[in-house]
């Protein structure tokens, strides 16, 4: 998904650093026998959310791969016998983070109840610096231009939805427009969780997505001037080319999966590669997944963004989430020797 993850959202709140030297990343392979939980997962499930993405993946290597795995009655057994688990680390602990696909409800025309345009970019924003969220707000300046997508009806809602560059819109009729990254205005994000801090109205521990949004909405006045306080705002476009039913688009122009894809930073994991997950915390998670997307907040080879489904509660699953942990990039067999020093292999 074009967005910015969760983890971004909360302003920079959690900050991580991608390694710099080469001499910093090790590959060690490990067993599956290794792997805590693996013989307990779906792996049906997991080979099926492969499937859907393997075949864009760019590498002779891959693409035979995928070719045997449309073929396989035994899913388990397919990822044990032509893939080896890799671990792949650069000096930094784990952490992993949530991130979802808001659910707006809103409606085609403007009402007492839908009040709050979704936005096309305008043409004169495309080539550089355009208006603030301020002044777009204050003036508006893009309304009647034939530019709104859809109005919904939740001001703050719609706020996120622009942090997150993504979601989707439940029409009156159960229909739904799902909307994606269109652009923006070219003015640099601010943390609206971090200027919290700043006014010591919370700790750092205690700001969430949820934990702004109750606050905007009991102080509307002052809340109003805190979500300006980000000049940011971001345009949309509509995404006709996925069923609403489906999962968002990801970084690899396919649908991602609820608990099944997952954000990683590329230079380490390739987009497209299964991913063994053992998150720790609160809940465990212990799961087969796929790389299938990118974030901007999503740097360093132990960092993983998982996808937790479309509308409030994947939200608030999401948004709890930040956990240590450990993952392991399944890597076909000759690519993962060929990672080990030559003593080691």
């Known amino acids: 998904m074009k967005r910015f993850l969760l983890a971004a959202i909360l302003a920079g709140l959690t900050m991580t650093r991608a390694a710099d030297a080469a001499e910093e990343i090790r590959h060690r392979i490990v067993d599956f026998s290794d792997l805590d ?3 307990e997962d779906d792996h049906a499930a997991a080979l099926s959310v492969f499937l859907n993405t393997c075949a ?5 290597e891959w693409r035979s791969l995928c070719r045997a795995a449309a073929e396989q009655k035994n899913a388990k057994a397919f990822f044990e016998l032509f893939f080896r688990p890799v671990e792949i680390s650069d000096g930094k602990p784990m952490l992993f983070t949530g991130y979802f696909e808001p659910e707006l409800s809103g409606d085609i025309k403007p009402s007492a109840r839908y009040r709050f345009p979704v936005y096309r970019q305008p043409p004169e924003a495309r080539d550089g610096r355009f208006l603030s969220r301020r ?3 204050e003036t508006n300046v893009l309304a009647g231009r034939g530019l709104e997508i859809a109005w919904v009806d939740d001001a703050v809602e719609l706020f996120f939805l622009q942090v997150q560059g993504s979601g989707r819109i439940k029409l009156p009729d159960g229909r739904f427009i799902r909307v994606g990254y269109g652009g923006k205005n070219g003015h640099e994000y601010r943390s609206v969780g971090r200027e919290l801090v700043r006014r010591g109205v919370y700790n750092v521990h205690q700001v969430s997505a949820q934990v702004i949004k109750n606050w905007v909405r009991r102080n509307p006045v002052e809340g109003l001037e805190l979500l300006r306080h980000n000049p940011s705002y971001v345009f949309f476009r509509e995404v006709n080319e996925v069923p609403a039913e489906l999962g ?3 970084a690899m122009n396919r649908s991602i999966t609820t608990l099944r894809s997952i954000a990683v930073d590329p230079r380490y994991t390739p987009l497209g590669a299964p991913v063994w997950v053992e998150k720790d915390g609160e809940s465990k998670i212990r799961s087969l997944m796929i790389a299938q997307d990118t974030g901007s907040a999503i ?5 993983a963004d998982i996808f937790f489904g479309t509308g409030d509660a994947a939200g608030r699953e999401a948004g709890r989430l930040k956990d240590p942990g450990r993952m392991v990039v399944l890597m076909p067999i000759q690519t993962a020797y060929a990672h080990l020093p030559v003593d080691a292999q």
């Open 56 to 60: 864009d993946m760019k590498t002779l």
């Open 299 to 303: 740097k360093g080879a132990q960092r």
């Open 37 to 39: 939980g693996w013989h």
């Open 135 to 137: 002044e777009i707000e």
């Open 248 to 250: 968002p688009l990801g």
